[in-house]
């Protein structure tokens, strides 16, 4: 147990309207990761933290903003909901050392899942 | 850019049957591979992973992979499925910048 929560763990809004995500960690680990799965896409990357205000983008960024302003907190926010991001959400921790053989497995949380009406 | 195929979107087999769920990967150096499997509702439990070395590569649940750099696969199996093995796999490629690619997955169905 990699001490991963997401919250909430379900959320029901409607389009236009803001979301904020959150991931919480208590093992203090650098990399950090936001990924959206939707069925037969399997897990897609939205973005990534490689530590306090570092974050780049991943493969599907357009419409998610990020933001980690503590080591133990990443947050998705979604700055007007859209239909198209009905999915479920899981974040990430990655354990070990940037460049470390074996450093490079991931723990997930439990998911979020949304949806946008 | 790094790629992983899972051929098969949903396997059905008996409990105590053998099992070998395929995954191809694309990747310029010697890849990182990893298998997660995910139970309904849960989130992703890492099965096993390949760094280097010996390349068939032991897991936690009886699970197995072989790493076969010729035909760019990383195939997991068990040799007596349990009916608690129902679930969803994923292959995935990892990058040393912490960046994994994850294939679309493969749903395992046991019969009783």
């Known amino acids: 147990d990699a001490g991963i929560t997401q919250s909430p763990r379900h959320k029901v809004t409607e389009t236009g309207t803001p979301v904020t995500l959150r991931c919480h960690q208590t093992e203090n680990h650098r990399y950090m990761y936001w990924y959206r799965q939707d069925p037969g896409h399997g897990l897609r990357l939205i973005h990534y933290s490689y530590g306090v205000k570092d974050t780049d983008k991943g493969e599907v960024s357009d419409g998610y903003s990020v933001s980690r302003s503590k080591t133990e907190d990443f947050l998705l926010t979604l700055e007007s909901a859209t239909s198209s991001q009905t999915s479920v959400y899981f974040c990430a921790i990655r354990t070990g050392l940037a460049g470390e053989t074996g450093g490079n497995e991931q723990f997930f949380g439990p998911g979020t899942r949304l949806t946008v009406l | 850019a790094q790629s992983v195929t899972q051929p098969d979107i949903h396997i059905t087999v008996s409990e105590g049957a053998s099992l070998e769920l395929r995954c191809n990967y694309s990747?310029?150096?010697?890849?990182?591979l990893f298998w997660y499997v995910q139970s309904p509702g849960q989130g992703l439990q890492l099965l096993l992973k390949?760094?280097?070395?010996?390349?068939l590569v032991q897991g936690i649940k009886g699970f197995e992979a072989e790493f076969k750099r010729s035909q760019s696969s990383f195939n997991l199996r068990k040799p007596s499925v349990h009916w608690s093995d129902a679930a969803e796999y994923f292959c995935a490629v990892g990058a040393r910048a912490g960046k994994s690619t994850f294939g679309d997955g493969t749903t395992l169905t046991v019969k009783p």
């Open positions: 990747y310029g150096a010697t890849p990182y």
């Open positions: 390949y760094f280097s070395g010996d390349t």
